[in-house]
């Protein structure tokens, strides 16, 4: 994700203020605060389960995030009431893994971070498992030429609200774009989504696996409006961060989801 979105949101606040009141507002983006930002998971898959602490940098500072090392980091299965304590791995990385927790469905996590004086907290709860059924292909005209997308297939439970996440890899690189879904308006229905890619559009012999994740309704909505917020998915819709289910003003997120993956070339 990019941790400079927020201050490049700051910068069109500033603009949107100097149309509204005929008023030259000048901003300091090199000098805007940094904040912490946490991204952590524990899946269904065996662990170790790992979570990356950064800071965000200037708006003109180059695109490399520093990491926060010596925080203090703790998972909690709050439903066994297990706590495991994370180790830093390497020391310097920022990268912190768990050595004994093990991920299960309908059980629910509780993230607690201390680093700089501050403590931050996030809980999420591991949905039950939707079958990850097969992973095609569609190739669709476009700008002139033949489009191909991968299509994850499915059985959507009837009955149940479902959230999903999609991780696409083309031949061993990760896509940059953030694939969501909610059965809102397809509850039990059976499931043939398309994944259109901005720019990455399948070729002939491609390798591409993708990772079906049943994430819960607050981890949800914040990659459904990161991915508005994206510029590799289109224009910011709001001038502030999504909304983390992170404490003390933390950006990133805390998922406990399951995970299938898929793989198919073209």
């Known amino acids: 994700m990019k941790h400079t979105n927020n201050i490049k949101y700051f910068l069109l606040l500033g603009i949107a203020t100097f149309f509204a009141c005929k008023k030259v507002v000048t901003l300091d983006l090199s000098t805007a605060p940094t904040t912490i930002v946490i991204e952590g998971n524990v899946n269904n898959q065996p ?3 790992l979570v990356s602490i950064t800071k965000t940098v200037g708006f003109y500072n180059s695109n490399v995030f520093p990491q926060v090392s010596g925080a203090v980091v703790k998972i909690t299965d709050s439903t066994i009431g297990v706590t495991d304590s994370l180790t830093e791995n390497p020391i310097g990385s920022g990268v912190y893994s768990t050595s004994k927790l093990v991920g299960v469905i309908g059980h629910t996590y509780l993230l607690d971070v201390i680093s700089g004086g501050k403590e931050y907290k996030a809980s999420s709860t591991m949905p039950q498992v939707v079958n990850f059924d097969s992973l095609t292909f569609m190739t669709n005209n476009g700008f002139g030429k033949p489009l191909t997308n991968p299509v994850i297939n499915f059985q959507d439970p009837a009955g149940i609200a479902n959230y999903y996440n999609f991780v696409e890899t083309i031949n061993g690189m990760p896509s940059k774009q953030i694939f969501t879904f909610s059965d809102r308006l397809s509850d039990g229905r059976y499931i043939t989504k398309q994944l259109f890619n901005d720019s990455n559009y399948i070729q002939h012999r491609a390798t591409v696996q993708i990772e079906m994740q049943c994430i819960d309704k607050n981890v949800y909505n914040y990659l459904e409006e990161l991915s ?33 993956t898929k793989k198919a070339v073209y």
Do not use: C, E, R
């Open 228 to 260: 508005g917020q994206d510029d590799t998915n289109g224009q910011p819709t709001s001038p502030a961060d999504p909304i983390t289910n992170l404490s003390n003003g933390a950006l990133g997120y805390f998922s406990a989801h399951t995970s299938q």
């Open 47 to 49: 662990g170790p389960y």
